[in-house]
């Protein structure tokens, strides 16, 4: 049973590292190849270091651990693990020109994947312990960190102008039921935070160890606050007619607060209107 436990355990874990460059590829595959070498934000490097920096820190993360796996390209292994340093602590200033050409990032990209693949899927990887560390934790590590960059992509991508991406096929509408706004009772409990170090389960550093608190009771909207909930207020706030609570202080001038009512109460959702008391708006997190 353990051993077949473990084997699930296993091909999991693979199959989340497949599905974590699928995502990954996919982002970088929003961008035009002429448009990989730009720096969406000034502060961070250009795409195509990210292209080279996935696969070069799931490389440099195993390698050190797996004696069969020698470096092939200890420069590209070094270039993207760092990147090119900026000049005396300012902004990055290196240039398109200082970076290796696409394809041979892609080179590099698919000949890492073919060595770490072919090393993942033999057994004797997973039975052996790296330096205390475990081949899943070794496995979740890489995981994590691309699904990290994923994020950090995609709001990178969204700098870009859309004439450097490429366009996406429109999503397919969906029908759904009228939402009901609202807020939902939590009854107070224990709950426990972190992980035991003896569990199985991954986790950083920071989310060790296991203990527990009491929470009291409390209520939470039902939805998150949505782009277009959030437009509504700011457009109300912007109308001399919108409702709201004239607040005023020794020697200020009043300000109007303006709320949007999150359904309860008898108004209907997404509409502004007066409120009668001091409180927090449920639905939109501003004040009334």
Avoid at 162 to 186: D, N, Y
Avoid at 218 to 228: E, G, L, P, W
């Amino acid at each position: 049973m353990f051993a077949a436990q473990h084997g699930i355990l296993n091909h999991e874990l693979l199959a989340a590292l497949a599905e974590a460059r699928t995502q990954t590829d996919k982002l970088f595959a929003l961008v035009k190849n002429d448009f990989l070498y730009e720096r969406p934000i000034p502060e961070r490097h250009r795409v195509v270091f990210y292209i080279g920096h996935l696969e070069a820190f799931d490389w440099n993360l195993l390698q050190g651990f797996i004696p069969q796996l020698q470096s092939f390209h200890p420069k590209f292994d070094r270039l993207f693990a760092f990147g090119i340093d900026p000049v005396d602590g300012g902004l990055p200033s290196d240039e398109p020109k200082d970076w290796p050409a696409l394809a041979e990032v892609h080179r590099y990209r698919s000949r890492v994947r073919d060595l770490l693949d072919e090393v993942l899927e033999s057994s004797a990887f997973w039975r052996s312990s790296y330096d205390g560390f475990s081949a899943a934790t070794l496995l979740n590590v890489a995981v994590e960190h691309r699904l990290m960059h994923a994020e950090t992509l995609a709001y990178m991508f969204h700098q870009l102008p859309l004439e450097q991406k490429i366009r996406q096929g429109s999503a397919p509408a969906h029908t759904v039921q009228p939402l009901e706004f609202g807020m939902v009772e939590i009854p107070a409990g224990r709950a426990t935070l972190g992980l035991s170090r003896g569990e199985s389960a991954f986790g950083w550093d920071n989310e060790f160890d296991a203990h527990e608190v009491r929470v009291p009771a409390f209520a939470i909207d039902r939805y998150k606050v949505t782009a277009s909930t959030l437009n509504l207020s700011m457009r109300a706030a912007t109308k001399t007619a919108t409702s709201g609570r004239t607040r005023a202080g020794a020697g200020k001038s009043s300000r109007t607060w303006p709320i949007l009512c999150s359904g309860s109460g008898g108004m209907a959702a997404g509409t502004t209107a007066p409120c009668s008391t001091n409180s927090h708006c449920h639905s939109t997190g501003l004040y009334s």
